[in-house]
């Protein structure tokens, strides 16, 4: 993509994150509580731990979705939470970073082909098409996920769900980010598909050095994939650590309780370890 | 209970007031002139002098702010002005017709209520078999019928064919008044204005069940073997309620005022052809009375929807009482 | 007769705009009293709509085509809604995938516990059925069931709420449960305590079981034997550790390889080439022979039937006719 600067520097430096829900009657959800973490430029940082947790809220305050209530989010040099600085790199910020959902089949608009959904953020951020034409970059985003132009004249509805994922992979790589924020992406495929899609993303990482974030609740593929994981629990993050030592020697009880839940392919294994397990 | 019931009330007042203001306000900028409903045809030849008195005599002389401060002054003393037409005041002249609306447009709303819901889940019951075809297609039909011509024809066959019903008014002129009069003098106004109504609302009430019927917990309830006239009744019309009855609520004005043409047509005193004549010819004191009264109607319907839901969905009220709720996007 | 469920050449078409879509293509298997059958493939696959099927819970557009359902040694193929009504709950029961929506928001959980109840007793007295719903709710891990039976489902997290449905499910003391995809809408922690919950009432109750799934991990947990189904029919069936140690169809192969388990220290995890063909019109011959990379000339001119590999376990490939070149299985069990 765009000049590669060297591996190692922070891209993302999440600073002491807060963000409380509030509701009617003063009742307040602390979802995320003082969570810091980095994610440097080439990495697949994974972020893992049960729904409720609070990682969605943090790939939402990444993306400005939600405005957290405390800490700092800073990208690129940037922090976004600040509504100047915000102001001022709205187009970088918008461009280079991307964010994927869980389910392509409602964040992708049914009433779209597939090229509109794709040539959208480029219309609206009014860049120059390297390829000449804004269908001819939407084809080649689309080759570049694995999907032929055959594809760019249908309709999300008329696609897997692997496909549908891989559009909305095609969609957010038009901008040429530098962060893709992942949000579950592969949580509703089947286990096939989302080989592919995890094959997608080491690809993408390796080939052309896109920095991830990666949540998911499915350790195995954490353990496949990120370079680094943290793990949540209940709005905090409770350890951060490279993928194979936290797999091997996880610290938190929480870790390892996760851990300990992963169902082993193995149906021997599996009827060794039961009964022992919490 | 006691405070929430105030600042219900509170709220009440509030929308009425913004209510009146804004349909004092577009009355008075719509083009027309309201002194021809007082003085008629005589307004045409009358001289600027004299048009301005008249303008005087009816506080129209002054600006619309004014008029409105002055207005707001005497309806908080219970004075809501004279209606230009009628040359009475305008509770009077209500008072005389509301009686008749009530009888039509309430009973009529029952009937709409009661029948719509009974076709509806006959419709539910047989998905996609003969009844549910047959009622559909007959509502269509039906609703394809304009009002007045179903009306005219109704006239023609049962008043003045058979001589089995009246043919207008609310009772007959010169006799005693008795309810058999009434009724009988009730039935084909009132046929008109529930045929009018009812398919619209029964094939909502068909889909809001088969929505509910398509869901999962559904599934688990045939799943446990429970029998489908239970999960009709117990699970599925019980679900649909809430939206039914906010539907419904919001309904009950447009029923009692919608029967302008029923009205006409059959020369019943009724509510309907005042709201229509008194928009139309500026008769300003009547007009906002009426708007206000519907317009207070829609919002305790409303009110008295949203207590009933709360009774059957416990979600709403936990919502309502600021409880968080599960599932947001953590 | 020790088979409690026997399905034959069982075929289920919907009638949908686009065509007849067949979802279901000539399964047969059978069930043993207390046995646990877990059924696993890709979505679409059918897996849920045999299920569906065998309960007649399928809506109006699906018909069962050919084949018969004999459970308990009855013959239910042609039963009509009222008779099934009678054997939902007590003979068979059901578990659905996302629990936030198989419970009815407006009714608490205790009434529809005890609804399921009244419908296998239903002269059961007041007190009666208050115990009988706390007993069933203490069966399922739910603590203080005095207060939570008041409760509304959305009182209830994820966990609790499926274990709300396994009490319903279980009230009626069904023989058979069928457990479409229950654990999938769950966190990995939660999915283990709800898959040991399975196993206890399992050892407990003996509830014969067909576990659907798509997660070989769940499958090698709770699973006496495997069936695999893809595109409408099931392609291999077996037990357990044959289906996981030693596997005969192409598609079960790819399925287990692309387990991250599988490419552990690699750097791509395998995949499946293609996709799952659709069910409108069905390719002729085998319909996993495009996407298979042992697909034999025969694979695209005729089905394969299922050959018999041990009495338990069966597959439909023609790799394992006699004629074929031998290939060696490229998973021999995961080594995790």
């Known amino acids: ?278 | 209970m006691v405070k929430t019931a105030g600042r219900k009330f509170l709220e009440l007042l509030l929308s009425i007031f913004f209510l009146s203001v804004i349909i004092f306000y577009i009355a008075r900028l719509t083009p027309g002139d309201p002194l021809i409903s007082y003085y008629g045809e005589r307004v045409e030849k009358m001289s600027p002098e004299e048009r301005e008195r008249a303008e005087e005599r009816l506080g129209l002389n002054s600006s619309v702010s004014n008029q409105y401060l002055r207005w707001l002054a005497d309806a908080f003393h219970g004075e809501f002005g004279i209606s230009y037409k009628y040359k009475m005041d305008v509770t009077e002249v209500i008072g005389e017709r509301i009686g008749n609306t009530f009888i039509l447009g309430g009973i009529g709303f029952l009937f709409i209520f009661g029948g719509s819901l009974l076709l509806g889940i006959l419709c539910a019951w047989y998905e996609d078999r003969l009844p549910d075809h047959m009622i559909c297609k007959m509502g269509t039909a039906v609703s394809c019928i304009p009002e007045f011509w179903l009306s005219l024809i109704l006239i023609l066959i049962f008043a003045v064919n058979l001589r089995w019903l009246p043919s207008s008014g609310a009772y007959t002129i010169g006799i005693k008044r008795s309810a058999a009069d009434r009724i009988l003098h009730l039935i084909l106004p009132m046929t008109v204005v529930v045929a009018g109504h009812l398919w619209y609302y029964a094939y909502m009430i068909r889909n809001l069940i088969l929505e509910e019927v398509r869901t999962d917990y559904v599934l688990l309830a045939k799943a446990k073997g429970l029998k489908k006239r239970r999960i009709m009744f117990r699970h599925c019309l019980r679900n649909t309620f809430p939206s039914y009855l906010s539907i419904m609520a919001v309904s009950v004005p447009h029923i009692l005022g919608g029967t302008y043409i029923v009205e006409t047509v059959f020369s019943y005193p009724g509510l309907g052809t005042l709201i229509y004549e008194s928009a139309r010819y500026k008769d300003y004191n009547l007009l906002m009375f009426l708007s206000l009264m519907s317009g207070a109607l829609v919002i305790l319907c409303n009110m008295a929807a949203q207590v009933l839901n709360e009774r059957i969905d416990p979600r709403i009220k936990s919502e309502n009482m600021g409880k968080a709720p599960e599932g947001i996007g953590l | 007769m020790s088979e409690l469920l026997e399905v034959k050449n069982l075929s289920v078409s919907f009638s949908t705009s686009s065509g007849e879509v067949q979802a279901v293509r000539n399964v047969s298997f059978s069930l043993k009293a207390g046995e646990v059958l877990a059924v696993v493939g890709e979505s679409g696959c059918g897996k849920s709509v045999l299920c569906k099927s065998i309960m007649k819970l399928l809506p109006s557009n699906a018909k069962i085509k050919q084949g018969s359902i004999t459970v308990n040694g009855a013959d239910i193929t042609a039963y009509r809604e009222r008779d099934m009504c009678r054997l939902r709950g007590k003979l068979f029961s059901m578990v659905f995938q996302d629990p936030m929506t198989a419970l009815n928001p407006t009714m608490t959980v205790g009434a529809q516990i005890a609804e399921a109840v009244r419908v296998r007793e239903p002269g059961i007295s007041k007190t009666g059925l208050r115990d009988r719903v706390m007993q069933l709710m203490d069966l399922v891990g739910i603590d203080s069931p005095g207060e939570r039976m008041e409760q509304y489902p959305y009182h209830f997290s994820g966990g609790m709420r499926q274990r709300s449905v396994m009490a319903i499910a279980l009230a009626g003391n069904p023989r058979i449960l069928f457990a479409d995809e229950p654990t999938t809408a769950l966190d990995v922690t939660i999915q283990a305590q709800i898959l040991d919950l399975f196993r206890d009432i399992q050892k407990k109750l003996g509830t014969a079981t067909v576990f659907v799934t798509h997660d070989f991990g769940v499958v090698a947990g709770v699973a006496d034997r495997v069936a695999v189904m893809y595109a409408g029919k099931i392609v291999e069936i077996g037990t357990a550790e044959e289906i996981f140690y030693d596997a005969r169809h192409p598609y079960t192969w790819g399925l287990m390889k692309s387990l991250p388990a599988f490419s552990k220290g690699q750097d791509t995890l395998y995949t499946i080439p293609g996709m799952p063909p659709t069910l409108v019109n069905p390719p002729k011959g085998d319909v996993f022979a495009c996407r298979n990379e042992y697909a034999l000339e025969i694979d695209y001119q005729e089905e394969p039937p299922m050959f018999r590999v041990t009495d338990t376990h069966y597959a439909a490939t023609w790799l394992l006719d006699e004629r074929a070149p031998k290939v060696v299985s490229p998973v021999g069990g995961i080594k995790v």
């Open chain 1, 1 to 278: 993509m765009s000049e590669k600067k060297t591996d190692g520097e922070i891209l993302l430096d999440i600073r002491h994150l807060t963000h409380i829900f509030s509701f009617p009657k003063r009742v307040t959800v602390k979802a995320v509580n003082d969570v810091s973490f980095q994610i440097r430029r080439g990495e697949i940082f994974g972020l893992v731990g049960e729904s409720g947790s609070g990682k969605s809220t943090i790939a939402r305050c990444i993306m400005n979705i939600y405005r957290p209530c405390a800490g700092e989010i800073i990208y690129k040099g940037v922090n976004v939470c600040d509504l100047k600085q915000l102001r001022k790199n709205k187009r970088m910020l918008d461009t280079t970073r991307q964010l994927i959902f869980q389910d392509s089949s409602s964040s992708l608009n049914p009433r779209m082909k597939v090229c509109d959904i794709i040539e959208e953020p480029m219309r609206i951020q009014r860049t120059n098409p390297p390829r000449g034409s804004y269908r001819a970059e939407a084809e080649f985003q689309l080759y570049y996920v694995g999907m032929d132009a055959s594809y760019l004249d249908k309709y999300p509805a008329e696609l897997s769900g692997g496909q549908r994922q891989r559009v909305a992979i095609a969609r957010a790589l038009a901008m040429e980010p530098e962060l893709l924020v992942a949000d579950e992406p592969i949580a509703s495929l089947d286990v096939s598909i989302q080989a592919q899609i995890v094959n997608l993303f080491r690809h993408l990482k390796k080939e052309h050095g896109f920095s991830f974030l990666f949540i998911a609740h499915d350790l195995s593929m954490v353990e496949f994939l990120c370079d680094r994981a943290g793990v949540m629990y209940k709005g905090e993050l409770v350890e951060t650590a490279p993928v194979k030592k936290l797999f091997e020697n996880p610290q938190h009880p929480y870790t390892k309780r996760l851990l300990a839940a992963v169902p082993i392919p193995d149906p021997g294994r599996e009827r060794a370890r039961k009964g022992n397990r919490w």
